[in-house]
């Protein structure tokens, strides 16, 4: 069974920045689609960016375009998301997810805080 884990998160001061991991475990798995969601305490989870397989298609929230990097690493299918500029607003657990299909997310990791402080 695959299992992706997260890491990274921190708390950190409005403008700094930090860069989130994350790699599948267990069985080899080779996603096509890969990706970061968040969930803020009392909102529901919204994705923040996404890339393909190919590292050359990327999607990103309007929120974090700009600010925010989404790259992978296919020799170990690792993700990673650069965030730079980072604002209270910002403050959430950041969810890995992967999948299979484009756009589709069907495996998820247990998420990391981040805290941005203003």
């Known amino acids: 069974q695959v299992q992706l884990v997260e890491s990274g998160g921190g708390l950190v001061q409005a403008g700094g920045s930090l860069r989130l991991s994350c790699a599948p475990s267990?069985?080899?798995?080779?996603?096509?689609?890969m990706g970061w969601f968040r969930q803020a305490p009392g909102k529901s989870r919204e994705f923040v960016a996404g890339i393909r397989r190919s590292g050359v298609r990327t999607d990103y929230a309007d929120s974090v375009k700009g600010r925010f990097t989404i790259s992978r690493n296919n020799a170990n299918n690792t993700v990673y998301l650069q965030m730079n500029s980072l604002k209270p607003e910002d403050t959430a657990v950041y969810y890995c997810?992967?999948?299979?299909?484009?756009?589709?997310?069907?495996?998820w990791g247990r998420g990391t805080q981040v805290t941005v402080s203003s």
């Open positions: 267990g069985r080899t798995y080779n996603p096509y689609s």
């Open positions: 997810a992967a999948g299979t299909l484009d756009l589709v997310y069907d495996i």
